[in-house]
């Protein structure tokens, strides 16, 4: 089945709807407002939207400086539509914006039992001499 690819923002509703079907807004840190997580959406540096006719079925986001540093964030499939290589599809798009924009350090946050999903996309768990930190305030 062919879908639609566009960089462009979905709306509060779409996106909303999304992060609440995919169980992301689940999984995160803090006590933030759907529309506080639209609005990070909305700042990020680039974003990719996949669309069954008008339904937004995959969203993923990166934030960047646009030269040398970028962090995936928010990689988010319908259920219904997982399985078919959409969340595969966003990665790509996005590893491509980076391509494309000379960025070579690629970083990604993922959800709790996703790393295999991300290690076939050929990114590789941080160096246990050199892992990453967080600070959750």
């Given at each position: 089945m062919s879908y639609l690819k566009t960089d462009k923002l979905p709306t509060f509703?779409?996106?909303a709807?999304?992060?609440?079907?995919?169980?992301?807004?689940k999984s995160k840190k803090g006590n933030y407002?759907?529309?506080?997580l639209f609005q990070a959406a909305n700042n990020s540096w680039y974003h990719i939207s996949i669309y069954d006719h008008t339904k937004l079925i995959?969203?993923?986001r990166m934030i960047s400086d646009g030269v040398y540093q970028a962090l995936i964030c928010d990689v988010m499939v319908d259920p219904t539509y997982q399985k078919q290589g959409l969340g595969k599809q966003v990665i790509e798009e996005l590893v491509m914006?980076?391509?494309?924009?000379g960025i070579q350090s690629i970083q990604l946050f993922s959800a709790k039992g996703k790393q295999q999903f991300?290690?076939?996309?050929g990114f590789e768990e941080r160096e246990q001499d050199?892992?990453?930190m967080s600070l959750v305030l």
């Open positions: 509703e779409q996106f709807h999304l992060h609440e079907t995919s169980g992301l807004i407002s759907r529309e506080q995959a969203f993923g914006k980076c391509k494309e924009s991300y290690k076939k996309l050199a892992p990453g």
